[in-house]
Nanobody, 128 residues
Framework: QVQLVESGGGLVQAGDSLRLSCVAS????????MAWFRQVPGKEREFVSG????????QYAGAVKGRFTISRDNAKNTVYLQMDSLKPEDTAVYYC?????????????????????WGQGTQVTVSS
């Protein structure tokens, strides 16, 4: 069973940067599509970014494109989300997720029901 543990959240000011990390254990990480989602109270969880197993395929939500960068280190079973030029509207709980289906290893879905494993979430708060 795949387990995901996020870290790196915190309280920052608008314009600052943060890097989130997510370490996976218990599976074949290198084949998984990995993604970051975020959620604010009272709203649905939304897709932020995803990266396929071959790292060349990445996808971003429009609200973060150009400011966030997703990457992965398969040797460390870790996926990262570099968040630059943070805005107050980026405030949310950020979740790491893994699509463990081998047949979908090149397809990045924005739908959370495609992701079988989830981390516990890490809070990111951006003050104005």
């Amino acid at each position: 069973q795949v387990q995901l543990v996020e870290s790196g959240g915190g309280l920052v000011q608008a314009g600052d940067s943060l890097r989130l990390s997510c370490v996976a254990s218990g599976g074949t990480f290198s084949y998984y599509v990995m993604a970051w989602f975020r959620q604010v109270p009272g709203k649905e969880r939304e897709f932020v970014s995803g990266i396929a197993w071959n790292v060349g395929n990445r996808q971003y939500a429009g609200a973060v494109k150009g400011r966030f960068t997703i990457s992965r280190d398969n040797a460390k079973n870790t996926v990262y989300l570099q968040m630059d030029s943070l805005k107050p509207e980026d405030t949310a709980v950020y979740y790491c997720a893994a699509d463990t289906a081998y047949s979908r290893r090149t397809i990045i879905s924005t739908r959370e029901n495609f992701y079988a494993a989830w981390g516990q979430g890490t809070q990111v708060t951006v003050s104005s």
